[in-house]
């Protein structure tokens, strides 16, 4: 029975661990979608317009972000759009990788360690799949027609 626990518990972290990786690019929507949810609820919207409300501001900050990728063209501006969408993501990684080291390790400086390379891992999880959000309309780009 014992021997169940532990691959039941392996099996959680790597489920989480997934989840984490591939939901880090949704950070910063989430972020914005909760604080305008809560803003509609406290400003007496109830919880049908909060919820509606929220889930319109997070898609929207995802669509004008993928929109905003797609057409701006000097890649600092590029860089900068997709800063903005990691920033959040390596908050979230660093605190997921923190919760998972505390019960892991007691060393605090093993835990801030193991957090600092679970936020980087997310991190450029995140820039890769925000790079690859754009890559593919971008073949016709550039090209010479004669």
């Given at each position: ?6 691959f ?18 949704f950070a ?12 509609a609820?406290?400003?007496?919207a109830g ?15 995802l669509?004008?972000g993928?929109?905003?990728l ?21 908050v ?12 892991m ?17 997310v ?11 754009t ?10 027609r004669?």
């Open positions: 029975m014992i021997i169940l626990g532990m039941v518990c392996i099996a959680a972290i790597g489920i989480l661990c997934w989840l984490l990786f591939t939901l880090a690019i910063l929507p989430l972020f914005v979608g909760v604080s305008a949810g809560t803003w609820f406290n400003t007496g919880w049908l317009g909060a919820i509606l409300v929220g889930s319109l501001a997070a898609g929207l900050t669509g004008v993928q929109i905003l797609g057409v701006v063209r000097p890649m600092w501006a590029k860089l900068a759009i997709t800063l903005v969408f990691i920033a959040p993501a390596i979230a990684g660093y605190h997921a990788s923190h919760g998972i080291a505390k019960h390790m007691p060393s605090e400086t093993w835990q801030i360690v193991f957090s600092v390379i679970g936020a980087t891992a991190g450029v999880t995140a820039y890769l799949r925000v790079g690859g959000m890559a593919a309309d971008q073949s016709g780009r550039d090209v010479v004669a």
